[in-house]
Each structure stands twice: as C-alpha cells, then as structure tokens.
C-alpha cells in the first residue's frame, strides 16, 4: 500500500490534481501510468481536465476535422446521449446513459473486469474511447449508482452506429435487452442506421482513429 501511494503521489506531481482521494483520480493515474499507448494523448487530456479546460477534446483541431468530414452526426445529441425511460429499466432499478465524466469513462474497463481494466492487455483502449469523440461508453447503473454492465459504442467511417458486446458478458439477458433498445433508440434520434453484422466474424466497418493512436475492437453485440 505504501509502494503504491507513492507511486500514485509521483504520478500526481506530473498535473494540477485537485484531490489524489477519490477513486476515480487515482484509477486515471493508475492507468496512465501503465499504458504504453496512447499515453500522450491521455496524458495531455488530464493535464487540460485538471486546469479546468472542459472543452479540450471537442475544440481539438482533429475533432473539429473529423466533425467536419461528417456532417449527418449531430455530435451533442452522440455525445450526450438520450433520455431513455423504459418500463423493463424501471423494473429492473437501472437507468441508462452515456457516460458523462470523463474520469469514469476510463473505468470500463476496470468496472466490469475487462482487459480494458487497470493491468489488463488492452487497457489502452479505455483512453481512446475517451479521446475518440466516435466512441462512447453507455453504462448502466443501479439505484446506488454502481456500474452493473456497460457497452461500448461508435460511429463507423460511414457514419453507422457501431453496437460492442455488453460486458460483463454473464449479465442477464435482459439487461442486454435494455441496452439493444437504447441502441436502437439513439440510432433512430441520431436518423443514423445500425450496423448490423452478417455473421458472428463479420467486421465490415472501419472505426477512424481521431487522437488515439491505437484501440480494441470489443466485437460486436450478438
């Protein structure tokens, strides 16, 4: 524990950390320090977050270019998501959304025990769902506000709603239901079509690469 403290406390040097006590700072810190990719973009992402610039990954050159190559996204409505009121979510104590703080966007990983999460193989990739502004993070979250499933979603180079497994993948067939209906849903507000794959190995799509330099494709919801 003391090891670690110190590393975290080293780490946090390197920025204008408000509080090393909350737990989703430490896990930011946690995961910078173990990417190899990506770690430069993360790395100037926290510093900005951390300076109080909230609009950095929106007003960013590559953003804005990649916002410009696609006209047809309403990128308020990608990136906030939609209300979603659900009769089957209400039964179940859950509300879904589209994750909003960047800081738990890292943890999808980490949540579900991924190998998005701390320590795992393709823990880099959770910072490029957080770069990318095609990628988001939909959580669904109990009466408590704990995280009990996720998904991860983006936009294809032909502006379709690419849909990823629901994780951990033991969740309950309903509630991968509930995350097939926000799909659908937000596809039908955003006028965008869904991919929907031709078979299991089906990956005709491409996901462009906006300030990460590398990401896992998490294979799509059956």
């Not at 991919?195 to 491409?206: A, F, G």
Request: charged letters at 25%.
């Amino acid at each position: 524990d003391f090891i670690e403290q110190q590393v975290i406390e080293a780490l946090a040097r390197a920025f204008p950390v408000p509080t090393v006590t909350r737990k989703n700072v430490r896990h930011a810190l946690q995961l910078l320090g173990g990417l190899d990719d990506n770690r430069r973009g993360l790395r100037r992402f926290l510093r900005a977050h951390w300076t109080g610039d909230q609009d950095y990954l929106l007003r960013h050159p590559r953003t804005q270019h990649w916002v410009r190559r696609h006209p047809r996204v309403n990128v308020e409505l990608w990136t906030n998501g939609i209300v979603f009121e659900s009769p089957a979510a209400t039964a179940l104590g859950l509300t879904l959304g589209i994750e909003q703080d960047p800081l738990e966007v890292l943890r999808l990983g980490t949540y579900v025990g991924s190998c998005l999460g701390l320590g795992g193989l393709c823990d880099y990739s959770a910072a490029a769902v957080l770069l990318d502004v095609n990628k988001q993070v939909l959580y669904a979250r109990d009466r408590h506000g704990s995280v009990v499933a996720r998904q991860l979603i983006a936009l294809s180079k032909v502006d379709e709603v690419v849909c990823f497994n629901v994780y951990p993948e033991s969740s309950p067939t309903p509630i991968k239901a509930l995350f097939r209906a926000y799909d659908v849903a937000l596809a039908e507000a955003l006028g965008l079509a869904r991919y929907i794959p031709k078979s299991h190995y089906d990956r005709d799509y491409e996901i462009e690469h906006i300030l990460s330099e590398k990401w896992w494709d998490d294979a799509l919801m059956k």
